[in-house]
């Protein structure tokens, strides 16, 4: 394992900086995990994970939701109904996750993959949503990894 500088916490996914925080309500539960891109689902009161456009607005948050709907702990699932804490800002270091198959080092770009992951972002491509701040090996599977969010 890489030492990266951040210790992993049980307890929330922002490791640096204070985010603005709006909470929306999950209509859909699919992969709607903490440290997950969400996007405006059917009216802008809700969020959906998002996919692989541009249109993530923001990071599904754990210790920013109120305790009545937050999972048992940040790698739980939200249920349908949920108000959760969505979390934005450009200035901070988070938990994220790297889809299936990406091998990427500290410093590369990343933009949208499906099921609100990030990918390796390529020229010409998507939104360069975060940045990574360690170097991870998700080749045999999607992976957490520490990231400077850029939205």
């Given at each position: 394992?890489?030492?990266?500088?951040?210790?992993?916490?049980?307890?929330?996914?922002?490791?640096?900086?204070?985010?603005?925080?709006?909470?929306?309500?999950?209509?859909?539960?699919?992969?709607?995990?903490?440290?997950?891109?969400?996007?405006?689902?059917?009216?802008?009161?809700?969020?959906?994970?998002?996919?692989?456009?541009?249109?993530?607005?923001?990071?599904?948050?754990?210790?920013?939701?109120?305790?009545?709907?937050?999972?048992a702990n940040k790698d739980t699932i939200?249920?349908?109904?949920?108000?959760?804490?969505?979390?934005?800002?450009?200035?901070?270091?988070?938990?994220?996750?790297?889809?299936?198959?990406?091998?990427?080092?500290?410093?590369a770009k990343l933009t949208?993959?499906?099921?609100?992951?990030?990918?390796?972002?390529?020229?010409?491509?998507?939104?360069?949503?975060?940045?990574?701040?360690?170097?991870?090996?998700?080749?045999?599977?999607?992976?957490?990894?520490?990231?400077?969010?850029?939205?």
């Amino acid at each position: 394992m890489v030492d990266t500088g951040f210790v992993e916490t049980t307890d929330k996914i922002v490791h640096v900086g204070t985010p603005i925080v709006v909470e929306k309500e999950v209509e859909t539960a699919t992969n709607m995990y903490p440290g997950r891109l969400v996007k405006r689902d059917s009216g802008d009161y809700q969020v959906e994970v998002n996919d692989t456009d541009d249109n993530a607005y923001g990071w599904l948050s754990y210790e920013h939701t109120a305790i009545e709907f937050r999972p048992a702990n940040k790698d739980t699932i939200y249920k349908a109904k949920d108000k959760a804490g969505v979390i934005v800002g450009g200035d901070i270091i988070l938990r994220g996750r790297l889809a299936e198959g990406q091998n990427v080092t500290m410093g590369a770009k990343l933009t949208a993959a499906e099921n609100g992951e990030l990918t390796a972002a390529t020229i010409g491509t998507h939104m360069v949503l975060a940045v990574a701040m360690e170097s991870v090996n998700a080749s045999d599977g999607a992976k957490n990894i520490i990231v400077k969010s850029r939205l």
